[in-house]
């Protein structure tokens, strides 16, 4: 089972800039499409991001123009370039696969890195 460590959190002003990465433990198909994900108090987690094995990407309209999403397949890490953040982005940001099948299933979620954006 593939182990996923989010890092790269902490806390930041408003119009800062945060890089997360997001490392498993071992190989990650290129053909899986890899996504951030972020639950913030009293909300369901939400899909924000996520890239293809390609490189595709596919991002919510909220942090469109601002996150970046990219991953580097001979790491086996993904990563989420953060900028411009808003104290609405603060939440535990987690990596996992995307599915939209119900033959596809996620690897366990680690255990997040928090992003707190506050002056």
């Known amino acids: 089972q593939v182990q996923l460590v989010e890092s790269g959190g902490g806390l930041v002003q408003p119009g800062g800039s945060l890089r997360l990465s997001c490392a498993a433990s071992r190989s990650i198909s290129s053909t899986y499409i890899m996504g951030w994900y972020r639950q913030s108090p009293g909300k369901q987690r939400e899909l924000v991001e996520r890239i293809s094995g390609s490189g595709s990407t596919n991002y919510a309209d909220s942090v469109k123009g601002r996150f970046t999403i990219s991953r580097d397949n001979a790491k086996n890490t993904v990563y989420l370039q953060m900028t411009n953040l808003k104290p609405e982005d603060t939440a535990i940001y987690h990596c996992?696969?995307?599915?939209?099948?119900?033959?596809?299933?996620?690897?366990?979620w680690g255990q997040g890195t928090q992003v707190t954006v506050s002056s």
């Open positions: 996992n696969k995307v599915c939209f099948t119900v033959e596809c299933s996620r690897f366990s």
